[in-house]
């Protein structure tokens, strides 16, 4: 039998590391197997999915037997329960292959030794302080809801320096945040969740004294209605992003909508970020007409991703246009394109206009949001689209319709057309379509459009339409889906919850 290389074996497992359930299966086949894979599920163990932490106490077991003897001394007088297994030394130096720390996790996994606030926090700082002495360079630090600062441990210098990944909110101290200043300096990717109205400026100098950022995203999370003006959390974190213009190629930022703010600091310095490959923005763009002409001109020649929500369907078009050609995703929810709210006779121009855009300047786009109007130029012109964008797996499409006129036998004359323009155009590549209520199939103009998908690459169809749950029409998807031609059905109440992730 062909045996593979220990070399062979830890490149396989690498790609297997998002798989905890193969990673976990493979420690059973042999020692050399286990010898292998064991550094790589540990290289950032508090992230695999499906696992409740807080129940594993053989995780907590292992945490604990590195700890000195007065430690253990102390917990096995606090918690009886496991005095007798936490004299036990490990097969692994578990901590020397971890890259990662997850402060929640960690948090979950010590509490199953105690409930008790004080002995959590004794056991917490005991396992920070071998961490950071076992631990040879730190990759990825969650620090939402820390406790110790970490900084102040003797080997903190050295592990800290190589600090990649850094996930943080504003609830922390600015002081916290000054401490990381001084060894976090090569931060690539930095995600901020904003806690509240009040600017934290020990963020604004973690942000200052990066050297190589590239990757940046902000969230707002909290219920203020309302900023004054000395409390604009936004303005100094802006200031210093945009000083990072030059590294910068991924920025994702999600504002709360907030009363007597305009967030005009961040049209004006967007144009600067012209390197960048994905662009993310949930937030009215539409406030300050003279800054979005200048974002309409902006050219982003390296764009790959771009998703803004809530704003007009021409501006999304203008940065398509000035794009320079490598865009994949284009996501939006259609829902939220400012067109639904100011619905008049400009829209049907403005969608043709957008799907042109499309066609002319994306080559290479993969998925696809599409706001459209009903009109039969509309079909004309997304079947060109289809037949020009042959790298297309996914398109989101909604109709913007006037919602008095329509009857549901329009609903069904759009639904047929759209199946139509598939069968005959849709990419070979093509696998996903999310479309609205707005598209009625009956019974057997669907059947009739899965037979005739028969034989190319198996379809998932995602709808916010309650009739495709009904007996009839889950029957015929599920004939479908046993014979290949349907992969996944999903009904969702409002389409845009089951939009594109990034």
Known sequence: MFKLSKDILFLIFKELQDDSKSLFSSLMVNRLWCETAVPVLWRDPWSYSGINYRNKSYLFIIITSYFSDHIKKFITEEIIQLSSILVKSTLFDYLSFCRSISVNIINSIISVGSTLAYNQF?????????????????????????????????????CLESLCELECDTSIDSTYFYGLSHFCQRIQKLVI???????????????????????????DDFYGEFFTNDDDPYEQILLALEKKAESLNYLKIFYQYVENHDHTLLLEILPKFYKLKILIIE??????????????????????????????????????????????????????????????????ENSLNFIRKVYENCPSIEYLSILI????????????LLKRCQNLKSLFIVILNNYFDDT???????????????????????????????????LEMLEEFLENWRGRRALSLFTNDPIYIGEDYTELINKYKSNGVVKDFEYSRYVGSIIYRI
């Open 122 to 158: 004794i056991i917490q700082q005991e396992f920070y302080y071998f961490f950071m002495k076992k631990c040879p360079e730190l990759k990825h630090l969650d620090i939402k809801s820390i406790k110790h600062q970490i900084f102040y441990f003797p080997e903190a210098k050295t």
């Open 193 to 219: 969740i904003n806690m509240d109205t009040k600017l934290n400026n020990g963020i604004v100098k973690l942000i200052e004294v990066q050297k190589s950022l590239k990757h940046f995203e902000w969230k």
């Open 283 to 348: 937030d009215y763009l539409i406030h300050n007409k003279e800054q979005l002409e200048k974002l309409k001109k902006q050219p982003y020649p390296e764009l790959e991703i771009l998703n803004i929500e809530y704003n007009e369907l021409n501006i999304v078009s203008n940065i398509i246009e000035n794009s320079g050609g490598r865009l994949k995703k284009i996501l939006f929810n259609p829902y939220d394109i400012i067109d639904f709210e100011l619905y008049d006779d400009n829209f049907n």
């Open 373 to 384: 109007s009903p009109e039969n130029e509309n079909f004309t012109e997304l079947e060109k």
């Open 408 to 442: 549901y036998e329009d609903y069904l004359k759009y639904g047929k057309e759209l199946l139509k323009i598939l069968i005959r155009s849709a990419p070979t590549n093509f696998k996903e379509i999310r479309f609205d209520s707005d598209f009625k199939f009956s």
